[in-house]
């Protein structure tokens, strides 16, 4: 008997697709004509090494457009567990805020060992931060570098009144500057949350200048090419990950 079903298509095939598409200007076609995807295992080393840092980022535009479209791919993530165990060789490292409306890997519908993950409030870069991300993309080979904000940010609200309690006092005070280069007509408050979405997006900008001007390391890697620092927001209402250059 002839079985009708039609096949998943391997995380390979995926991704060479996404290399391919990554060649021309990208129209979501390609996507939209995968209506159901199964990962069986972790991203492997061969895989990762063939996708440029723009194949990296259509991929998880590919995978954003899934979690919007509550088609997720079907991970197995027990299994993704077990092939990478011997090794990990996630694609990009993302620093996104602790909000926990915003989880990178969900809204990007990726894998075990697909992402290095940093997360902090506001997410702001520091000593740490960019240690970590140097690991991620010198030596471990990660092939993009993202900062990824969100709309209704509560860190970036607490920046702009003020808010003062502990350590979170000097922490919001990394985010103030986002807020003085931020040019906007409105009322400049925190109840006003056009605003904060704007001050929002300034942050991600000055985290990308913060990275380039605080890491040699990084930033020689970005001007070789071999890795592409970008910026990003995640919309709250919606769901899309606003993806730019900086």
Request: net charge positive; hydrophobic share 40%.
């Given at each position: 008997m002839k079985n009708n079903q039609p096949t998943q298509?391997?995380?390979?095939?995926i991704l060479k697709q996404t290399l391919?598409?990554?060649?021309?200007?990208?129209?979501?076609?390609?996507?939209?004509?995968?209506?159901?995807?199964?990962?069986a295992a972790s991203l492997r080393k061969e895989e990762r090494d063939a996708m440029t840092p723009d194949a990296v980022i259509e991929h998880f535009k590919n995978g954003n457009l899934r979690f919007r479209e509550n088609r997720p791919a079907k991970h197995d993530y027990l299994a993704?567990?077990?092939?990478?165990?011997?090794?990990?060789?996630?694609?990009?490292?993302?620093?996104?805020?602790?909000?926990?409306?915003?989880?990178?890997?969900?809204?990007?519908?990726a894998?075990?060992?697909e992402t290095f993950n940093s997360r902090v409030?506001?997410?702001?870069?520091?000593r740490d931060m960019l240690g970590?991300?140097?690991?991620?993309?010198?030596?471990?080979?990660?092939?993009v570098v993202l900062v990824m904000g969100h709309t209704r940010c509560g860190a970036v609200r607490g920046a702009i009144d003020n808010a003062e309690l502990g350590n979170l006092t000097a922490m919001l005070d990394e985010i103030k500057p986002a807020i003085e280069r931020t040019?906007?007509?409105?009322?400049?408050?925190?109840?006003?949350?056009?605003?904060?979405?704007?001050?929002?997006?300034?942050?991600?900008?000055?985290?990308?200048?913060?990275?380039?001007?605080?890491?040699?390391?990084l930033k020689e890697l970005e001007?070789?090419?071999?890795?592409?620092?970008?910026?990003?927001?995640?919309m709250l209402t919606g769901g899309k990950v606003d993806f730019f250059e900086v």
């Open positions: 298509p391997s995380r390979r095939k391919a598409v990554s060649a021309i200007s990208f129209t979501g076609i390609a996507a939209l004509s995968m209506p159901s995807i199964s990962f993704q567990k077990r092939s990478s165990i011997a090794g990990q060789y996630p694609a990009a490292v993302i620093l996104s805020c602790i909000d926990s409306r915003a989880p990178a890997e969900i809204v990007l519908d894998g075990i060992g409030a506001g997410n702001i870069s520091n970590s991300m140097e690991f991620a993309c010198a030596i471990a080979g990660a092939k040019e906007y007509s409105g009322e400049r408050k925190g109840s006003n949350y056009e605003f904060v979405d704007a001050v929002a997006r300034k942050n991600v900008e000055l985290t990308i200048e913060n990275i380039r001007r605080n890491s040699p390391v001007d070789q090419k071999k890795i592409k620092i970008v910026g990003s927001m995640y």
